[in-house]
């Protein structure tokens, strides 16, 4: 490992621009002659829309534009799709509802977009939004899945009668129950897996702006799959022909899946900048953010866990309905499907599982993909479960995981996926020996003098990433590929340019995927740009969610820098009258192996470029590209054990120590995969212990700002203990497995764990806010 | 409207506004200093942090008209040209950025935090102090640590001034 090379703790290249201010976000955009947007949103959460009069609004100082979702339809502006096919166990094809950027009959939840404005000033466009007038007749809203499926419930969309999406299955569901029928135990569990709002940082925006001349369209978005929305935009909403239209996602805010879906704003702007002639910029406040970015879990399941006499599980039989709100978003299908359900073995050898999944319609936001998405519903649930299956047995929580451990390899679940790789038993002695689970007692019995009641809890976790063989998705429903692209291009002066279809919204791959090509060429980190988010530049993408941008991302750079060695090989061969075999590059230079023979790096790329003296035949130039499809998930996995202190008085949790144990596989940077497992245990701490998006009967969203919704902040947190094990991932040419999610999918059953063990109960629900902890206490009193 | 008239960065610098203008958009539209950057309607967030007249200041708290007169620094001011300023030294080192939308208003309330604490800071007080700013990326973990290891840096140079006055 050099000092910039895989393995090295590298200080980030982007950091720079970030610290100084000089980052360039969406809304730091600005062209020549920029409007500004603002939506009138849907105040209801179901209704009827009777009539829009927006000749007030079009009066208004400053209003360019005042434009409704018919206007839309009749310039053949199309429906919002989900891009993934799932079927119910009996055939049918899942029930997807209209969805129009523009609401045109009927808005089905508060926040619903019905009319944009475009206008001189933002402040301009708010003025004239507030007097569009609509006239609405209000139906009957349901905010909760489990209502919206019972009969007489409001109908939500004509498509899905009784509000249900698709009734879907996986596993075998006799052995299952056998399995349960002949346990010597059964752990029966209700699992609640709360409503959570991403909130990433930077608020969801769009430049929208047509060019006359050109007749082209370019969207500036906050993306993080720009080339993504570019095919979805193109090929399904009749935006513009895909050479047509440019997408570029720069320095992006955060995502944490909330910013992978096309969203109608996007498409609204293009489409009103054509019609107004005016470039169209339209950037959230927060409230509009969780009123519509989408959401994410929301999971309601009963689970039942079958024992031997000997402890082993011998079956798991599982029932979840899924709330996926008030429409389908893009990937809001596959989450609770194939994104979940297998997972359910988890890192358990259980040989029988079955999992029903209803998915269903509400008068809510769409809910969709958020860190971890599906994998942190299926971890709470097992490890919830097992906790509770070890208090009932009445054996060591740690011991029962051990002993159901999956411990050789490859290994195959009853529910799809084959691990390939893993050692779950060093993750748990990782995180046992790091927390002192052994010394627990006596802490326990220090916190007693002072009057708080401490618990310890843990969690074993494995998540499926780096998604996926593209071959395997496509049988399984999804639309699209999940490969991904690099092109890697030489400068003349041996410079270099690696373009990639992975996309940068805080994840650091300016610097890692540098440190990648710095490894092989010798290269400094500062001579190798990555580009990436924009569609002229980079041809195709698949972008960045679920932790693949290492395992895929950097497995198709790493095919092309294959390509480029084995050109810069040949060509320093003819040059040395050497052997093609027999050159290794070392420091920066190629040579003949055991020989002083070189030719320094930059002088076989300007060799490359003069052409002057080349083997003969070969092409001038020095640029390969690559599409990698990965051949298999990658699967991470490892232990987190989380210790809390209750105060009874208050109900107050405090965290006072968690630990974290992973097994990425390989570690290209490790200061920014400890820094991806740091912000992933707050979303998870946030999940447990202070997030829930919560609708009032009528379908108000009641925590639609940061006085409501509690966003986890520094004081709400410890620092965090990590550590990494690593069996690397055979299924990549690099070994990654992945770190984006592993935080917020381990996190909340230990914590929700430590909480129950602290207060001597069953259950608890999250968020486990003081007022509900505090009664909690109260009721295991009396 | 309203002329506003105001000290950024160094330099003077006026203009007419909205008298509904916040602080924050003044600098960002009127000014093109886009560092200062608006992360919610409730001053919850702390992304738009700036120093007036030496104190941190939530910049989307205040009208532009308020602050006419002031002088204003904004992250964009921060360095000594090139020289990065300790605490943005520290919030690369420390790795204590990712996504970098929360960024330029964490590293200005951390510089206050540090000019208010010459007698140096602690885990508890920082993570106290930090509670105006939200971050989504980091766990706050790493700004923690970075915000610690600047007061020191700072308390070092500070000392070394000190001597050579002396």
Redesign the interface.
């Known amino acids: 490992m050099g000092i910039e090379g895989v393995g090295a703790r590298v200080a980030r290249k982007e950091d720079k621009r970030f610290i100084t201010g000089a980052g360039r976000y969406v809304d730091d955009m600005v062209v020549p002659g920029m409007k500004h947007a603002a939506f009138v949103r849907s105040p209801h959460a179901h209704a009827q829309i009777k009539k829009i009069d927006v000749k007030r609004a079009q009066a208004m100082p400053g209003v360019i534009g005042v434009l409704t979702g018919k206007e839309l339809k009749a310039d053949g502006i199309g429906n919002l799709i989900c891009g993934w096919m799932i079927h119910s166990k009996d055939g049918s094809p899942m029930k997807m509802g209209a969805w129009s950027p523009l609401a045109v009959d009927k808005v089905r939840y508060v926040g619903d977009a019905v009319v944009v404005v475009v206008a001189e000033t933002k402040g301009q466009a708010r003025d004239a939004a507030e007097a569009v007038e609509i006239t609405y007749k209000e139906l009957k809203a349901v905010v909760e899945a489990t209502k919206a499926l019972e009969k007489g419930a409001p109908q939500i969309h004509a498509e899905a009668e009784n509000n249900l999406i698709f009734d879907w299955e996986i596993g075998d569901a006799k052995a299952t129950d056998a399995a349960i029928k002949a346990a010597a135990h059964v752990t029966r569990m209700k699992i609640v897996n709360n409503r959570l709002v991403p909130n990433a940082m930077e608020p969801r925006a769009a430049l929208g702006h047509y060019d006359k001349a050109e007749d082209h369209y370019t969207c500036w978005t906050t993306s993080q799959n720009p080339h993504v929305a570019r095919l979805v935009m193109s090929a399904f909403y009749n935006v513009a022909p895909e050479n047509k239209l440019r997408v570029i996602a720069p320095d992006v805010g955060g995502g944490f899946g909330s910013k992978i879906y096309i969203y109608p704003e996007e498409i609204v702007c293009l489409w009103a900048s054509k019609k107004t002639g005016v470039p169209v910029k339209w950037v959230a406040d927060r409230t509009e953010s969780f009123l519509s970015d989408a959401h994410g879990r929301d999971h309601v399941s009963t689970v039942e866990m079958a024992f031997d006499k000997n402890n082993r599980i011998t079956g798991l039989k599982v029932d979840t309905i899924a709330n996926l709100g008030a429409y389908m978003s893009l990937f809001s299908s596959c989450v609770p499907t194939y994104l979940y359900a297998t997972l359910l073995s988890g890192q358990y050898d259980i040989p029988a599982i079955h999992a029903n999944v209803r998915t269903v319609y509400t008068n809510t936001a769409p809910v969709d993909a958020y860190r971890g998405a599906g994998r942190p519903e299926a971890t709470y649930l097992l490890e919830r479960t097992m906790e509770a299956a070890a208090r009932e047995l009445g054996v060591s929580p740690a011991e029962l995981r051990r002993k159901n451990f999956i411990t050789s390899f490859p290994h195959q679940t009853p529910v799809i996926m084959n691990y390939d790789a893993g050692d779950y038993g060093a993750s748990l002695d990782a995180a046992m020996k790091a927390s002192d689970y052994a010394g627990f007692a006596k802490r326990k019995a220090a916190a007693a003098k002072k009057g708080l009641l401490r618990g310890i809890g843990m969690s074993c976790y494995i998540e499926a990433c780096g998604i996926a063989p593209s071959a395997a998705v496509g049988s399984l429903g999804a639309g699209v590929g999940l490969w991904e692209s690099a092109e890697v291009r030489v400068n003349a002066v041996g410079t270099i340019e690696v373009l990639t279809g992975s996309h940068s919204h805080g994840q650091g791959h300016e610097t890692t995927f540098a440190q990648l090509v710095n490894q092989r060429f010798g290269v400094p980190i500062d001579s190798v740009s990555i580009v990436h988010g924009d569609t002229d530049k980079v041809q195709m993408g698949m972008g960045t969610y679920g932790s693949r941008s290492g395992a895929v991302g950097m497995s198709a750079i790493s095919k092309a820098l294959d390509k480029v060695e084995a050109k810069a090989k040949k060509i320093a061969a003819h040059l040395l009258e050497a052997d093609e075999g027999d050159i290794v590059i070392e420091n920066g230079a190629l040579k003949v192996a055991g020989t002083d023979k070189n030719v320094p790096w930059f002088q076989v790329a300007l060799a490359a470029y003069t052409a002057h003296n080349l083997p003969a035949g070969m092409e001038p130039g020095l640029k390969e590209t690559a599409f990698y499809d990965p051949s298999n998930f990658t699967f991470p996995a490892g232990c987190y054990i989380c210790e809390v202190e209750i105060e009874p008085e208050t109900g107050t949790t405090e965290v006072v120590q968690f630990v974290a144990a992973d097994d990425f596989g390989n570690i290209i940077n490790p200061m920014i995969v400890e820094g991806q497992v740091h912000g992933g245990i707050a979303q998870g701490i946030g999940q447990a212990l202070l997030e829930g998006a919560h609708y009032d009967a009528s379908g108000q969203l009641l925590t639609a700002s940061y006085m409501d919704y509690t966003m986890p902040r520094a004081g709400d947190l410890p620092s965090f203990k990590v550590s990494t094990s690593n069996t690397p991932c055979p299924g990549n040419p690099l070994g990654i497995k992945g770190c984006g999610e592993a935080g917020a999918i381990g996190s909340p059953p230990a914590v929700i764990n430590a909480i129950t063990d602290a207060i001597g109960i069953a259950d608890i629900a999250m968020p486990a806010s003081p007022p509900t902890v505090w009664a909690a206490i109260r009721a295991a009193k009396h | 409207m309203s002329d506003v008239s105001l000290m950024v960065n160094g330099r003077r610098v006026s203009g007419a506004a909205?008298d509904?203008t916040l602080l924050v958009h003044f600098l960002?539209e009127n000014l093109?200093?886009?560092?200062?950057?608006?992360?919610?309607?409730?001053s919850?967030?702390g992304?738009c942090v700036v120093h007036v007249d030496g104190k941190a200041v939530k910049s989307c708290t205040m009208l532009a008209v308020q602050a006419s007169g002031s002088s204003i620094v904004?992250?964009?001011g921060?360095?000594n040209g090139a020289d990065?300023h300790p605490v943005?030294a520290a919030?690369?080192?420390h790795?204590g950025?990712?996504?970098?939308?929360?960024?330029?208003g964490m590293?200005m309330a951390a510089t206050d935090m540090i000019n208010r604490h010459p007698e140096g800071l602690d885990?508890a007080t920082?993570?106290?102090e930090?509670?105006g700013?939200?971050?989504?990326?980091?766990?706050?973990?790493?700004?923690?640590?970075a915000i610690l290891a600047a007061s020191k840096t700072m308390a070092k140079g500070a000392k070394g001034k000190a001597k050579q006055a002396a």
Do not use: M, S, W
């Not at chain 2, 093109?32 to 409730?42: A, F, I, K, N, Y």
């Open positions: 909205e509904r960002r093109g200093l886009t560092g200062t950057h608006v992360g919610c309607d409730t919850q967030c992304a904004t992250i964009e921060l360095a990065l943005q919030f690369k080192e790795h950025l990712q996504c970098g939308f929360c960024t330029p590293i885990e920082v993570r106290a930090l509670e700013n939200i971050c989504r990326c980091t766990g706050y973990h790493n700004i923690v640590k």
